[in-house]
């Protein structure tokens, strides 16, 4: 779920919780069980996001990594055939 389907669940969130605010008992049970489900809502999306963006770093770590010592290696290389005389 993007940020904007995020937005819309707190929105929901709120409107509920006005509600509750002036309903009677028995809707109150009813909005409270409704205002729990959303927030679970929302804070899975959140940890699922949180999740995705840990993963994307991670990947992008070792990108990175791999990407140094593909160029370390191609730098030793280099040197090497340097040293090579030519025939």
Do not use: H, W, Y
């Amino acid at each position: 779920m993007r940020k904007d389907e995020i937005d819309a669940l707190k929105a929901d969130l709120a409107q509920l919780k006005q509600e509750f605010a002036s309903a009677n008992a028995e809707r109150r049970t009813k909005l409270r069980s409704r205002i729990d489900q959303l927030q679970e809502r929302i804070d899975q999306q959140k940890k699922r996001a949180q999740e995705s963006l840990q993963a994307f770093q991670a990947r992008g770590a070792t990108k990175r990594e791999l990407l140094k010592k593909n160029a370390s290696a191609v730098g030793q290389a280099l040197k090497e055939l340097a040293k090579t005389p030519l025939t």
